[in-house]
């Protein structure tokens, strides 16, 4: 029989979700005050910097030479890319809808680790992850009342993909580092491409408004360091295909939290989608990892 998840690991990954699940309605409200790309570069560039606190105090060492390559890859993917794209798309699409959209990620995960990695699913693993994509597509065609998606949803569905590269690009370095040292390398590396928005940052941060700057600077501590480094955690734990089906839960804690904190009111497709999505992803935790053996 697989072997069950720890309660720290399981503990990590709720923590992370929920801190996740936060941020898309934070990027509405940043968004307020701030461009989509200087949204990525405050939020990031916070993250940074409480990192850098923790390393110095910690007198966290710097990465092997030969592993900055990969470990760039795994910033350039899982911040630069991700978070631009995630930003600018939910310009016109709903924290909700983005967060559905970004729950595609665990098929895109499955399938670059079964290449990348070797890790293979059960049957109901598969089924599980069709189950919760069927949820997924249930909102994401559903939003606005219509069933085209509009070409912002698109740069949500690449965040989709290069956080499912971020996942498999991971895994290898986190045999090798602490997940708050891999973490801090990633962010690090995946925020220095974020400076070209320095200058609009400069120019737009005393004119934003105290509600967007601290709906920023939130989401670099929690949903940024904190819940990065949870991830990673989760992520050394377990496979990277069962890591990253968890993000399927994403939708239901994004939709309630949208609802509460920027008023955006769920409707029926919404929450049949959510828990069709929790469905899947119950399949995929519970049937869908193969024994150590196989």
């Known amino acids: ?52 606190v923790f390393a ?15 470990i760039a890859l795994a910033g350039v993917l899982g911040i630069t890319i991700y978070h631009i794209a995630l930003n600018f798309g939910e310009v016109a699409v709903t924290a909700g809808a983005a967060s559905l959209i970004i729950s595609s990620g665990p098929i895109f995960t499955a399938l670059m680790a079964m290449v990348l990695l070797g890790e293979r699913l059960t049957v109901w693993g598969w089924v599980g992850i069709a189950v919760a994509f069927s949820g997924v597509a249930l909102i994401t065609l559903g939003e606005g009342g219509g069933v085209a998606l509009q070409p912002a949803a698109l740069l949500v569905l690449l965040a989709a993909v290069s956080t499912a590269g971020y996942f498999v690009v991971s895994k290898p370095l986190l045999d090798k580092y602490s997940p708050v040292a891999f973490t801090s390398y990633s962010i690090w590396l995946g925020t220095l491409p974020m400076l070209v928005f320095l200058p609009g940052l400069l120019e737009q941060f005393p004119h934003a408004g105290t509600g967007p700057i601290v709906a920023v600077v939130y989401m670099g501590i929690f949903p940024g360091a904190i819940a990065y480094v949870l991830y ?17 839960v994403q939708p239901v804690n994004a939709t309630v939290i949208a609802w ?35």
């Open 1 to 52: 029989m697989p072997r069950r998840i720890d309660a720290a690991t399981g503990i990590a990954v709720a923590v992370a979700l929920l801190l996740w699940a936060s941020a898309f309605a934070g990027i509405k409200a940043g968004l307020v005050g701030f461009g989509p790309g200087q949204v990525a570069l405050l939020r990031f560039g916070t993250a940074s910097a409480v990192l850098a």
């Open 56 to 70: 110095l105090a910690t007198r966290m060492r710097l990465p092997d030479f030969a592993d900055v390559p990969r």
């Open 232 to 248: 990673s955690h989760a992520l050394s734990k377990l496979p990277a295909s069962i890591a990253s089906s968890f993000l399927y």
């Open 260 to 294: 509460i904190w920027i008023h955006e009111v769920p409707g029926l497709m919404t929450l049949l989608g959510g828990a069709v999505a929790l469905v899947g992803v119950t399949l995929v935790t519970m049937k869908g990892r193969r024994p150590a053996s196989d």
